[in-house]
């Protein structure tokens, strides 16, 4: 495919249903590190925010505040991109695109996941006691990058 201008476009179109991703892209996703994540907000205007993170699953977890920005625009958009750059080779990288998700948390337990990953005990003090916290999920159907 070539877009205006000639340049080529690499298309993934033919990905499989289930991702398998290269080791090396399951290492960075891994690593305690902070990834962003872009969703288009209510205006058509990317939201590219810095987020810890886990992979579980497949999928990318995000703990936050209920009725945060991030949390509006996955509601309303059902999609997302998450980018994370290589610590150990900075011009390698994983970008995930797909569907979001969007459940409760009530009892702390993808915070508290996060946070120990990135060395704290829980996420208590991260919190003030009457914390709502939401876990976005994003489902990747497409793997793009560097790694």
């Not at 058509?44 to 995000?62: C, H, Q």
């Not at 625009?73 to 900075?90: C, W």
């Not at 508290?112 to 916290?133: L, M, N, T, Y």
Request: aromatic share 4%; net charge positive.
């Amino acid at each position: 495919m070539v877009r205006k201008g000639g340049l080529p476009l690499k298309e993934n179109a033919g990905l499989p249903k289930r991702l398998h991703l290269a080791a090396n892209a399951e290492r960075i996703l891994g690593e305690p590190v902070t990834g962003t994540l872009c969703i288009v907000d209510a205006k058509g205007d990317p939201n590219a925010t810095p987020v810890w993170f886990l992979w579980s699953n497949g999928k990318i977890l995000i703990s936050t505040h209920a009725r945060r920005q991030k949390h509006v625009n996955a509601l309303r958009a059902g999609r997302g991109s998450f980018s994370v750059i290589d610590p150990q080779n900075p011009s390698h990288y994983v970008e995930l695109r797909g569907s979001l998700d969007v459940t409760s948390d009530p009892e702390f337990i993808t915070r508290d996941a996060v946070v120990r990953k990135h060395g704290h005990p829980d996420g208590a003090a991260f919190d003030p006691a009457s914390a709502e916290r939401v876990v976005l999920a994003l489902t990747p159907d497409r793997v793009l990058g560097r790694h």
